[in-house]
């Protein structure tokens, strides 16, 4: 598969998890991959280790794996790990569509809200939506990922119904 003229290659990680195609960013030997190892070994798929490029498709930002790196993931505690052989050929795919972004910092305290603090990283125009996320925090990451995703499938949900009611109350 060729990539689009248009290429945007960025330091991170890229998966596939519950749906979402996430980018994990942060700087180098904050954790993203072994952040990524934790989830894959919760069913993520990997899509890119250490580069990821991207490119827009259909109007959507896709993440691929440069070919040199398919199916690798380099963990400074194990080496170069070939997911697929460890995991499965399912484990590993070439590209998906960006999603999210999640920014691991080793220090983060954002001011206290009753909302989640976002803001947005643009690729190739496309904004993502960043979750930043301590390192240092006791709860683990693939916790609060697993929940933020809840969170957001919820609020997409509930938005959905919310335009369903409006539409029906409109209908007279």
């Not at 460890?86 to 009753?114: M, N, T």
């Not at 190739?124 to 240092?136: N, R, W």
Request: with cysteine; proline share 4%.
């Amino acid at each position: 598969m060729s990539l689009p003229a248009a290429i945007n290659s960025q330091h991170g990680v890229m998966l596939h998890y519950q749906g979402k195609g996430i980018l994990l960013t942060g700087e180098a030997g904050i954790g993203k991959s072994s952040l990524a190892l934790e989830l894959i070994h919760h069913g993520a798929i990997l899509i890119a280790d250490d580069v990821v490029d991207f490119s827009l498709e259909a109007d959507q930002l896709i993440g691929h794996c440069p070919k040199m790196l398919s199916g690798l993931l380099h963990s400074r505690e194990l080496g170069l790990i070939d997911i697929r052989k460890v995991y499965g050929e399912e484990s590993w795919r070439s590209s998906c569509i960006a999603d999210f972004c999640i920014e691991l910092k080793s220090v983060h305290q954002p001011p206290v809200s009753v909302t989640t603090p976002i803001h947005s990283k643009f690729i190739l125009g496309k904004p993502l939506a960043v979750l930043t996320l301590s390192v240092q925090n006791p709860a683990s990451l693939k916790t609060r990922i697993d929940s933020w995703l809840a969170m957001q499938s919820s609020h997409q949900h509930s938005h959905a119904k919310m335009q369903l009611w409006q539409l029906a109350k409109m209908a007279f």
